[in-house]
């Protein structure tokens, strides 16, 4: 799922095309996509695009009168721009919207068709697609200590609950939580203020330090290449890899089709967690420290 740096580079990029820009025609081939009925969809067709902004992982386009297009793009989903001249794909597009300047479609690989499209009026309605979770890197020190451990979570569900921070996915949790050296399962409420402080700077650093390499490897293009899996990437998709702090092997945990990763020297004092999977299967033989899955190597 495209998380916030994506999203920045994403909002970017739809900018410098669709700013201003009046849609001229509008289609949404798939039955799934649309969410809403009313107002009708085709009323943004002779209106100009006034606004793009991020909601969480959403993308935001505002049109006059209070009037919003919401973007969801859930894991598969993902934005294409084709210029005047060239040819759009029809078939595989769910949806396209037709400028002057170009043609901006939507996609989505596989077929659970989670994505999603909003047309909404009014602020309230606005308001009610958002999640309201706080933006990391608009917040201070006490802010983020105040929300983190309002509740207690583990670490990876409060740092990917968008009611808790906003635009913090499985991907990007993973790098700063091996950046911030803290366990996937540490619980929010027995952290020491400066594992917290810790993780805070991370979370920030993290943040911009891939906005701006995906701005700088996208240019003046538009983002193709949006993906979950970097090779950039410190841990996350870097299964049985080796970590580059420690050359330790990266670990996961599955759990609901969602998988965690993590070095078990840099973020868990050697333990490796259980996964659920896994762990029940080989019950007794499965290893609980590094040095017993490197004696099972």
């Not at 809403?36 to 085709?42: L, S």
């Not at 599955?254 to 333990?271: L, S």
């Amino acid at each position: 799922m495209p998380e916030l740096p994506d999203i920045t580079v994403y909002i970017e990029a739809l900018e410098t095309r669709l700013l201003n820009q009046e849609v001229k025609k509008l289609i949404v081939s798939s039955p799934f996509l649309l969410r809403t009925a009313i107002p009708d969809v085709q009323e943004v067709v002779g209106q100009p695009i006034i606004s793009i902004q991020r909601l969480g992982k959403r993308v935001v386009l505002e049109f006059p009168d209070n009037r919003w297009f919401v973007i969801h793009l859930m894991i598969a989903g993902r934005l294409h721009w084709y210029k005047p001249a060239a040819t759009v794909p029809a078939k595989s597009a769910l949806l396209q919207l037709h400028t002057s300047a170009g043609t901006l479609t939507l996609t989505e690989a596989g077929n659970k068709k989670r994505a999603s499209v909003h047309f909404i009026e009014g602020q309230p309605a606005l308001d009610a697609l958002n999640p309201a979770g706080l933006e990391v890197l608009d917040i201070t020190l006490e802010s983020f200590a105040e929300r983190l451990t309002r509740t207690n979570h583990t670490l990876k569900r409060a740092l990917t609950s968008p009611s808790i921070f906003s635009g913090i996915g499985n991907a990007y949790s993973d790098e700063i939580l091996h950046a911030a050296q803290l366990s996937p399962i540490a619980m929010t409420q027995k952290l020491e203020p400066a594992e917290i402080d810790k993780l805070f700077t991370c979370c920030q650093r993290v943040l911009k330090e891939w906005t701006i390499r995906l701005r700088e490897k996208t240019g003046t293009r538009f983002p193709e290449k949006v993906t979950a899996f970097r090779d950039e990437m410190a841990v996350h998709g870097k299964y049985q890899k080796p970590c580059p702090v420690c050359d330790t092997q990266v670990q996961r945990i599955r759990y609901i089709g969602r998988e965690t990763n993590y070095c078990p020297r840099c973020q868990t004092g050697g333990k490796l967690l259980a996964d659920r999977a896994l762990s029940r299967l080989l019950k007794s033989d499965w290893p609980q420290t590094i040095e017993e899955l490197e004696n099972k190597s």
